[in-house]
């Protein structure tokens, strides 16, 4: 799969399935208004994923980096519209999506590494969400 394929699944997998996930067990059928909403978020950031890594290989963007500042505004703005609770964790995802596409371009990880390094966020987001659900629960 390519970077941005990457990206979108990680996103969904990271943000908004554990979430949904989540309703279902506790026996709440998840609205389809917010159902809608997070698969218009997913879509959102897959489309601005993609669009910026197009405009990167075609020579539009300069970097990574400049990839990653280029997609990260619309995902931030998608899940701010769908009121996502944990905004704080969408942005650190931001900012760690930046820091590995920076490392990246400097050649100080390959884009296997920052695949892997990814992972390692996602986790961590996951694990962080899954604290906050237990403890509001």
Known sequence: ADTATRWREAARGALIAPAQRKLSEMGAPLPATVQDQMQQVAKVT????????????????????????????????????????????????????????TKID???????????ETQKIYASIQETERRRDTTAG
């Open 46 to 101: 897959a489309q601005a994923a993609n669009d910026c890594r197009n405009k990167r290989l075609r020579g539009e963007l300069p970097s990574h980096a400049a990839s990653a500042q280029c997609a990260n505004p619309p995902m931030l703005q998608a899940f701010n519209a769908a009121h996502y609770r944990y905004m704080d964790l969408i942005q650190f995802f931001a900012a760690k999506r930046l820091e590995v596409a």
């Open 106 to 116: 400097r050649g100080e990880m390959t884009e296997q590494e920052g695949q892997i």
